[in-house]
């Protein structure tokens, strides 16, 4: 379940 991690550290950084 990396998968869901990497799209909210992805989510994160874009909300950047």
Known sequence: MT???QLD???N???F
Do not use: N
Request: glycine content about 0%; overall charge positive; aromatic content about 0%.
């Open 13 to 15: 950084v874009m909300k």
């Open 3 to 5: 998968l869901l991690i």
């Open 9 to 11: 550290r992805l989510l």
